[in-house]
């Protein structure tokens, strides 16, 4: 039994105490809060787990084999890198760090000490994304055109990161595992309303080679919650409603077909309308099936499918759309 322990019951805390606590091959020794009054809860559910303030408890304890570290990300680099150095394998929420060179330096450690080093990028351990990637990496939607998202919400406002870090890294994570091409460029714009606040509306664009494009849109202060993706090609296109509880998946049949009349120099666009199918996916919860693989990963000395290199990409993206936004959209290559 791998022996775990949490940093941070906050927001997320909680799910990843849950799932840890169902995962077969792992047990929850202790977790860890800064804040006394949010470990109540953990002892009243889970009267056999440690609770205590102290991260260095944590990171100490001999039973600990595994931590995961749910804190605030100005955070993340200096607890990760105390875990490694003490031979702990590490799971760690989005993003990994706020910086490139912190993160490389984590990738590093993480591969001197021989430890797994593992991204909370829970949605690619969604059954719809696998599906999505699959369709994809088959050629079923044929050259792809663009990937197009909106992720908005009313909240949760971060005091360390903009909206970008705390949101567009999601779709980030899924862009690259779909695509499996980093972009060559970026260019972002957003704006801050809250006094002291980063931003908390922006609008990320992704260039890529061969007319690819992705647009991502990201916002705390829409009335409601929007989690929608569109990936269309030239054969196929794909409509993706995280919040779409039976049919979260949409291919669509549509498209353009394009023919030369009168020599080249005039193209001629017909449309094409087909069928919509929605395909039935594996309906599991993500973040138990993101518990399972790394209890796996760790177990059996395995890559993790979001490995730390995953979490370097993100971290070089955000950083080229923080200076992008400094620069009033100014395209910024990668």
Same mark, same amino acid.
């Given at each position: 039994?791998?022996?775990?322990?949490v940093?941070?019951?906050?927001?997320?805390?909680?799910?990843?105490?849950?799932?840890?606590a169902e995962?077969?091959g792992?047990r929850?020794v202790?977790v860890?809060d800064?804040?006394?009054?949010?470990?109540?809860?953990?002892?009243k559910?889970y009267?056999?787990v440690?609770?205590?303030?102290?991260?260095?408890e944590?990171?100490?304890d001999?039973?600990?084999?595994?931590?995961?570290?749910?804190?605030?990300?100005?955070?993340h680099?200096?607890?990760?890198?105390?875990?490694?150095?003490?031979?702990?394998h590490?799971l760690?929420?989005?993003?990994?760090?706020d910086?490139?060179?912190?993160?490389?330096?984590?990738?590093?450690?993480?591969?001197?000490?021989?430890?797994?080093?593992?991204?909370?990028?829970?949605?690619?351990?969604?059954?719809?994304?696998?599906t999505?990637?699959?369709m994809?990496?088959?050629?079923?939607l044929?050259n792809?055109?663009y990937?197009d998202?909106v992720?908005?919400?009313?909240?949760l406002?971060?005091?360390d990161v903009?909206?970008?870090w705390?949101l567009?890294?999601?779709?980030?994570?899924?862009? !690259?595992y779909?695509? =499996? %091409?980093?972009?060559?460029?970026?260019?972002? &714009?957003?704006?801050?309303?809250v @006094?002291g606040?980063p931003?908390?509306?922006?609008?990320l664009?992704c260039?890529?080679?061969q007319?690819?494009i992705?647009?991502?849109?990201v916002?705390?202060?829409a009335?409601v919650?929007v989690?929608?993706?569109?990936?269309?090609?030239?054969?196929q296109?794909?409509?993706?409603d995280?919040?779409?509880?039976?049919?979260?998946l949409k291919?669509?049949?549509k498209?353009?077909?394009?023919?030369s009349?009168?020599?080249?120099?005039?193209?001629?666009?017909s449309?094409?309308t087909?069928?919509?199918?929605?395909?039935?996916?594996?309906?599991r919860?993500?973040?138990?099936?993101e518990a399972a693989?790394?209890?796996?990963?760790?177990?059996?000395n395995?890559?993790?499918?979001? !490995?730390?290199e995953? =979490? %370097?990409?993100?971290?070089?993206?955000?950083? &080229?759309?923080n200076e992008?936004? @400094?620069?009033?959209?100014?395209?910024?290559?990668l």
């Amino acid at each position: 039994m791998i022996g775990i322990g949490v940093i941070g019951y906050g927001y997320w805390g909680p799910n990843l105490v849950r799932n840890f606590a169902e995962a077969q091959g792992a047990r929850v020794v202790s977790v860890c809060d800064s804040r006394a009054e949010r470990l109540a809860p953990v002892s009243k559910r889970y009267p056999g787990v440690k609770t205590t303030t102290s991260a260095d408890e944590v990171l100490n304890d001999p039973a600990v084999d595994a931590v995961i570290i749910a804190t605030p990300v100005a955070t993340h680099h200096a607890l990760v890198k105390q875990a490694l150095q003490n031979n702990r394998h590490v799971l760690v929420t989005k993003p990994l760090t706020d910086s490139v060179v912190d993160a490389q330096e984590l990738v590093e450690l993480a591969a001197k000490k021989n430890r797994v080093l593992m991204l909370d990028h829970t949605f690619l351990y969604k059954g719809s994304v696998r599906t999505i990637k699959d369709m994809v990496q088959a050629g079923k939607l044929g050259n792809l055109y663009y990937y197009d998202s909106v992720r908005v919400n009313l909240g949760l406002f971060q005091h360390d990161v903009n909206v970008l870090w705390d949101l567009a890294v999601h779709d980030l994570s899924i862009m !690259d595992y779909i695509l =499996g %091409v980093q972009p060559r460029e970026v260019s972002a &714009a957003g704006i801050a309303h809250v @006094a002291g606040r980063p931003e908390d509306i922006a609008y990320l664009t992704c260039f890529f080679e061969q007319n690819l494009i992705a647009h991502l849109h990201v916002n705390w202060l829409a009335p409601v919650k929007v989690r929608k993706t569109l990936i269309g090609g030239n054969k196929q296109m794909i409509v993706y409603d995280d919040l779409e509880p039976d049919a979260p998946l949409k291919i669509y049949d549509k498209g353009i077909d394009i023919s030369s009349s009168e020599g080249i120099y005039q193209a001629l666009v017909s449309y094409r309308t087909g069928d919509m199918w929605a395909p039935q996916v594996d309906m599991r919860e993500a973040l138990s099936a993101e518990a399972a693989h790394f209890v796996d990963c760790v177990t059996h000395n395995k890559r993790p499918l979001t !490995d730390g290199e995953s =979490g %370097v990409r993100m971290v070089r993206i955000l950083e &080229a759309a923080n200076e992008s936004l @400094a620069a009033h959209g100014k395209p910024v290559k990668l």
